[in-house]
């Protein structure tokens, strides 16, 4: 069951996360903090933000990411209890969505990690918002592998780059 305390912290994560991702972030210094463990789960989060790492990088995200869409089937429940804390009202009966946990929209990966099954009903509820995200969960073990591979390619262009100078 989701209680106050769980989305006080949900707010209050939020609260960071948006901070985190309205600066001017440099992501490659952001990223040496996240290895010196100085990176709280919203300023990692942040990292992954297809906006955060330019232009030529995120021109590759489906490489990175994956391809935006998981799929759609009826053998699974609709998983809003991990959101809402309360079980679906329209049952079995209706049919589930594969959505991420993390949107796509912003770098979450399309991976089992980061899929939950919702009814139509509550994927149009969750959309993009990151305030039902689990924050305190910390950070989602999917995510540093994923910035892992965001580097390797800011590090690739950037050496093309300095190559071509």
Not at 112 to 124: G, Y
Not at 125 to 141: A, Q, R
Not at 151 to 157: E, P, T
Request: hydrophobic residues 35%; contains cysteine.
């Amino acid at each position: 069951m989701v209680n106050g305390e769980v989305l006080a912290l949900r707010y209050k994560c939020t609260e960071e996360y948006l901070y985190a991702i309205s600066g001017n972030l440099n992501w490659e210094a952001q990223y040496d903090l996240l290895l010196e463990g100085d990176l709280s789960a919203p300023h990692t989060m942040a990292l992954l933000r297809p906006e955060a790492y330019g232009e030529e990088v995120r021109q590759r995200s489906s490489l990175i990411r994956g391809k935006r869409a998981f799929g759609k089937t009826d053998r699974q429940r609709c998983q809003s209890d991990r959101f809402w804390g309360y079980t679906c009202p329209l049952g079995t009966d209706s049919l589930v969505s594969a959505d991420h946990v993390f949107p796509y929209s912003l770098g979450g990966i399309t991976e089992a990690p980061n899929l939950l099954w919702l009814c139509d009903a509550h994927n149009r509820l969750k959309g993009g918002d990151v305030h039902v995200f689990p924050w305190e969960l910390g950070t989602p073990s999917w995510v540093p592998p994923t910035l892992v591979r965001i580097a390797a390619v800011v590090r690739r262009l950037q050496f093309q780059t300095d190559d071509d100078a």
